[in-house]
């Protein structure tokens, strides 16, 4: 009997690959699925947390004023209030800050800012407070 080459090329041989193509169509539907449902939060809008007073404020304290625009003010609140005196720039107002804090080195600093001011002014100021050596600085709220 002769040997037949053929009789090898017909049989079947087996396929060692991984079929895709279902993976493929439920990753399909998985991302069809996350871009039609919509977002639950806006990403652009931030949530902060708001707190209760838990002490009554001092009554007598330096007060500065972050107002919009980047304008500054300080004063000294107390019994006889003195009002808020509107400072130039940055430098004006830590000249007065370490001014009244000698003149009042017990008072704490109270630091209000505008719903519009630059939330890096009030940290800036917190920062050139704490590096005076005045330990009590404080964040007016309404």
Do not use: C
């Amino acid at each position: 009997m002769a040997f037949n080459s053929n009789m090898r090329s017909s049989r079947r041989k087996l396929k060692s690959e991984i079929n895709v193509v279902p993976y493929i169509d439920v990753m399909l539907v998985l991302l069809i699925i996350f871009m039609a449902v919509p977002p639950t939060q806006n990403p652009s809008e931030i949530k902060l947390p708001t707190a209760e007073r838990s002490t009554e404020p001092p009554s007598d304290y330096i007060q500065i004023a972050v107002k919009e625009k980047g304008q500054l003010a300080i004063g000294i609140n107390g019994k006889t209030p003195q009002g808020l005196e509107d400072v130039s720039n940055r430098t004006a107002l830590i000249e007065r800050l370490r001014a009244a804090h000698e003149e009042h080195p017990d008072y704490p600093v109270m630091i209000s800012g505008d719903r519009e001011s630059k939330y890096d002014d009030v940290i800036q100021l917190i920062s050139e407070a704490k590096r005076m050596g005045i330990n009590r600085v404080g964040l007016a709220t309404k």
